[in-house]
């Protein structure tokens, strides 16, 4: 990905698979304590749009650190929680205080995140959607 013509993207593929590989489970577990927080701000701007995306980013970590969902490489999960930590952090690439500009370096960073699981999060949406899942 590199650089736009607007500046340096808030991060790149490989940055995004460096720090999935280095998530912890009590990064995921801060994911989970304050998932409302992180739904609340992906309700606003360019995250609205992908807000259920959002909602099942969350849903996944959620399933994977309590063993519910664990048919997914460990990297899926990390690279989720790295996205959504970045959502939760007030103080990235363009700060959240400014109106709806604060939210796009957010949204492009969910979206590389969703390009990279799409395939694994629909697959985990199907398993949430299955009756006879346990």
Do not use: Q
Not at 16 to 23: I, Q
Not at 50 to 69: A, C, E, W
């Amino acid at each position: 990905m590199g650089r736009s013509n607007s500046g340096p993207d808030p991060m790149t593929r490989e940055e995004m698979l460096e720090k999935a590989g280095m998530v912890t489970r009590e990064d995921m577990e801060l994911v989970l304590d304050n998932a409302e927080e992180i739904e609340r701000k992906s309700s606003r701007g360019p995250l609205a749009a992908v807000l259920g995306d959002v909602k099942m980013l969350v849903s996944l970590v959620r399933d994977f650190i309590s063993g519910r969902y664990r048919t997914i490489p460990r990297w899926i999960a990390g690279a989720a929680a790295v996205a959504l930590l970045y959502v939760l952090n007030p103080f990235d690439v363009v700060p959240d205080v400014i109106p709806f500009l604060g939210y796009v370096d957010d949204a492009f960073v969910i979206g590389l995140c969703l390009g990279m699981v799409r395939k694994d999060l629909r697959k985990y949406a199907a398993w949430k959607e299955s009756p006879g899942r346990a």
